[in-house]
T-cell receptor
Framework: KNEVEQSPQNLTAQEGEFITINCSYS?????LHWLQQHPGGGIVSLFM???GKKKHGRLIATINIQEKHSSLHITASHPRDSAVYIC?????????????FGKGTKLSVKP | KAGVTQTPRYLIKTRGQQVTLSCSPI?????VSWYQQTPGQGLQFLFE???????NKGNFPGRFSGRQFSNSRSEMNVSTLELGDSALYLC???????????????FGPGTRLTVL
C-alpha cells in the first residue's frame, strides 16, 4: 500500500528558528510535492522534487530517493510562515499514477 | 493574469442528487487537477487532465468523473451523492503535465459542497 507519513504533526517555533518538516513514503516514487495551506484555506505549491535539492527564498526542500525521505526546511522563520505544510508523493503504477498526501504539519511561529 | 477560478463557490445538495463543478485554469495552462479535502481524510487526489485526456487518477469510485474541454476548462461530476461527499473540492492548473511536471501548480479557491 502506498503511504506518506509526515512528522511532526504540530510544530511551534519562535521567530528566527530553523524549522524542519519530514516526509517519508513507502515505495519508490516519481515525484514529491510540498504544499502550503494558509489559515484561510488557500493552497500554494512550494516545490516539486524528483531528486536532489531545491531552494526558494528561505525555503529549502531535499529528497533522498534511497531512504524514501524528503525534508522541508525554513530558515529564519517568521510568523507569516504559520500554515499547514503538506507533502504529496506521486506513485506511478500500471497505466496511470496516483498522488498520495500526508496528513500535514501545522506550523505556528510565535513573534 | 487572472487566477484559477472555480464555480460555484458554495453548493448544497441532498443525498442521491448529482453535481457538476467547474474549473477555469489560468490562461495558457493545459493541465487541470482535482482534489477533495475533508477534515477526516485531508487532501486526496481525484484526477488530472492534460490536453483533454485523463493522465492520472486517484482511488475514488466511479461516481466521481471529470472531463476537460478544448479550451482547458474542466468539469467534475459526482453522481448519486452521499453524505461523505461533503468536502472542499479544489482544482489546480499548470502549464505542463500537472502532478509530474516541474511547473508550479496554481490552486483555485475551491467549491464547498455540503450534502444533506
Amino acid at each position: 500500500k502506498n503511504e506518506v507519513e509526515q512528522s511532526p504533526q504540530n510544530l511551534t517555533a519562535q521567530e528566527g528558528e530553523f524549522i524542519t518538516i519530514n516526509c517519508s513514503y513507502s515505495v519508490g516514487i516519481s515525484a514529491l510535492h510540498w504544499l502550503q495551506q494558509h489559515p484561510g484555506g488557500g493552497i500554494v505549491s512550494l516545490f516539486m522534487l524528483s531528486s536532489g535539492k531545491k531552494k526558494h527564498g528561505r525555503l529549502i526542500a531535499t529528497i533522498n530517493i534511497q531512504e524514501k525521505h524528503s525534508s522541508l526546511h525554513i530558515t529564519a522563520s517568521h510568523p507569516r510562515d504559520s500554515a499547514v505544510y503538506i507533502c504529496a508523493a506521486y506513485f506511478y503504477g500500471g497505466s496511470q499514477g496516483n498522488l498520495i498526501f500526508g496528513k500535514g504539519t501545522k506550523l505556528s511561529v510565535k513573534p | 493574469k487572472a487566477g484559477v477560478t472555480q464555480t460555484p463557490r458554495y453548493l448544497i445538495k441532498t443525498r442521491g442528487q448529482q453535481v457538476t463543478l467547474s474549473c477555469s485554469p489560468i490562461s495558457g495552462h493545459r493541465s487541470v487537477s482535482w482534489y477533495q479535502q475533508t477534515p477526516g481524510q485531508g487532501l486526496q487526489f481525484l484526477f488530472e487532465y492534460f490536453s483533454e485526456t485523463q493522465r492520472n487518477k486517484g482511488n475514488f469510485p466511479g461516481r466521481f468523473s471529470g472531463r476537460q474541454f478544448s479550451n482547458s476548462r474542466s468539469e467534475m461530476n459526482v453522481s448519486t451523492l452521499e453524505l461523505g461527499d461533503s468536502a472542499l473540492y479544489l482544482c489546480a492548473s499548470s502549464l505542463g503535465t500537472g502532478v509530474t511536471s516541474t511547473d508550479t501548480q496554481y490552486f483555485g479557491p475551491g467549491t464547498r459542497l455540503t450534502v444533506l
